[in-house]
């Protein structure tokens, strides 16, 4: 069956850097669409990131553009987020996602990791 | 970017009431709504895609309707494991935006 694990998070200082990553097993990853989604403590969910299955195009939320770039190793089966230029707005659990239709950017979110939680504090 | 408003923000019912969620985008999204559920420090999880279409597994007293900007999800015959917060989520265009979240309680 299908798996997430996302790894990488953590306690960083407000400005520090953080690479989050999310490892999928049970899936042709290379044909589908990935997302990242966070929860801020107490809070609902937001929309970080996606990417195309051949990672070609990638989408970013205005809060974090500039900061933050999802990228992809399809040999690999991973998915990632560079995060940087971190604050403490950006505390939050942060879920991968994976798109329930294959080779299409827009879809439901049909799998979720369990998710890491960053937490950006001095 | 579409928003997505959903209500009420929580709710309190019985076992075995039926219970109503609705969510409104501020443009026409079709039927690429989708519906979630989130256990306390669990991930989400779909039980409703393209507005109307149960996920496979899932059981037969969810079920959701609407189509354009008006939709809404519904419990029928609440049980003690649905106690959830449920979001709304918009796949129409991007980037996908969640309602606000609707927090279920046991009366």
């Known amino acids: 069956q299908v798996q997430l694990v996302e790894s990488g998070g953590g306690v960083v200082q407000p400005g520090g850097s953080r690479r989050l990553s999310c490892s999928a097993s049970?899936?042709?990853?290379?044909?589908?669409?990935m997302h990242w989604v966070r929860q801020a403590p107490g809070k609902g969910l937001e929309w970080v990131a996606s990417i195309r299955y051949d990672g070609s195009s990638k989408y970013s939320a205005d809060s974090v553009k500039g900061r933050f770039t999802i990228s992809r190793d399809n040999s690999n089966n991973t998915l990632h987020l560079q995060m940087n230029s971190l604050r403490p707005e950006d505390t939050a659990v942060y879920y991968c996602a994976k798109g329930h239709r294959p080779y299409y950017d827009r879809s439901y979110f049909d799998y979720w990791g369990q998710g890491t939680l960053v937490t950006v504090s001095s | 970017d579409i928003q997505m408003t959903q209500s009420p923000s929580s709710l309190s019912a019985s076992i075995g009431d039926r219970v109503t969620i609705t969510c409104q985008a501020n443009q026409d999204i079709s039927h690429h709504l989708n519906w979630y559920q989130q256990k306390t420090g669990k991930a989400p999880k779909v039980l409703i895609y393209?507005?109307?279409n149960l996920e496979p597994g899932v059981p037969s007293r969810f079920s959701g309707g609407g189509s354009g900007t008006d939709f809404s999800f519904t419990i029928n015959n609440l049980q003690p494991e649905d106690i959830a917060t449920y979001y709304c989520?918009?796949?129409?265009?991007?980037?996908?935006?969640f309602g606000g979240g609707t927090k279920v309680e046991i009366k």
């Open positions: 393209d507005a109307s």
């Open positions: 989520q918009q796949s129409d265009d991007l980037p996908p935006t």
């Open positions: 049970g899936v042709s990853f290379s044909t589908y669409g």
